[in-house]
T-cell receptor, first 114, second 113 residues
Framework: SAVISQKPSRDICQRGTSLTIQCQVDSQVTMMFWYRQQPGQSLTLIATANQGSEATYESGFVIDKFPISRPNLTFSTLTVSNMSPEDSSIYLC???????????FGAGSRLTVL | GNSVTQMEGPVTLSEEAFLTINCTYTATGYPSLFWYVQYPGEGLQLLLKATKADDKGSNKGFEATYRKETTSFHLEKGSVQVSDSAVYFCALSASDSWGKLQFGAGTQVVVTP
């Protein structure tokens, strides 16, 4: 299965600032996704990162708040913009291959917004 | 829409006890079903999966059977260890939206020596 590296693993941010999370995969993957896990809660899909085009966002998530890039088959970034304490969460990158019925997750990026 | 319902935790057990975590789902068509585990301070790992009715997924002594008639995918382990202490998530992927997992709320399991 794919090996996923996320950076940063954790960060403490100030209200109103933005932070970009990177997701690097060790092999070419078909699909990449970004999930959010708020404290003590389950995971929610933010968006599907599409190579070379705009991401596909789930209900309740918008591009202005969570801009996503995916310039190639192995790399994606998620930016959390204009952060507030409510954005304090673990953000997880996940990937899958065509025909592989398994989703692999990165270790996550734990953001704390003060 | 699709949804997953898990029993609430925390579930506290003694070592070598039998563990069951109930999971039921609502979905159209034939979803794939998964159990993921999150150990303290770590990321999410796939524990087991089942892709069609009556399939049994198994791994590390854990088992779950895809029951379409009861729309369930209960997780079981016959004899838990302290190292099984973690949060367990049931999830489904609808047949028409692969990769978009719908997660249950998660069940924390605490195994004491």
């Amino acid at each position: 299965s794919a090996v996923i590296s996320q950076k940063p693993s954790r960060d403490i941010c100030q209200r109103g600032t933005s932070l970009t999370i990177q997701c690097q995969v060790d092999s070419q993957v078909t699909m990449m996704f970004w999930y959010r896990q708020q404290p003590g809660q389950s995971l929610t899909l933010i968006a599907t990162a599409n190579q070379g085009s705009e991401a596909t966002y789930e209900s309740g998530f918008v591009i202005d708040k969570f801009p996503i890039s995916r310039p190639n088959l192995t790399f994606s970034t998620l930016t959390v913009s204009n952060m507030s304490p409510e954005d304090s969460s673990i953000y997880l990158c996940s990937v899958t291959y065509s025909g592989a019925n398994v989703l692999t997750f990165g270790a996550g990026s734990r953001l704390t917004v003060l | 829409g699709n949804s997953v319902t898990q029993m609430e935790g925390p579930v506290t057990l003694s070592e070598e006890a039998f563990l069951t975590i109930n999971c039921t789902y609502t979905a159209t068509g034939y979803p794939s079903l998964f159990w993921y585990v999150q150990y303290p301070g770590e990321g999410l790992q796939l524990l087991l999966k089942a892709t069609k009715a009556d399939d049994k997924g198994s791994n590390k002594g854990f088992e779950a059977t895809y029951r379409k008639e009861t729309t369930s995918f209960h997780l079981e382990k016959g004899s838990v260890q302290v190292s099984d202490s973690a949060v367990y998530f049931c999830a489904l992927s609808a047949s028409d939206s692969w990769g978009k997992l719908q997660f249950g709320a998660g069940t924390q399991v605490v195994v004491t020596p």
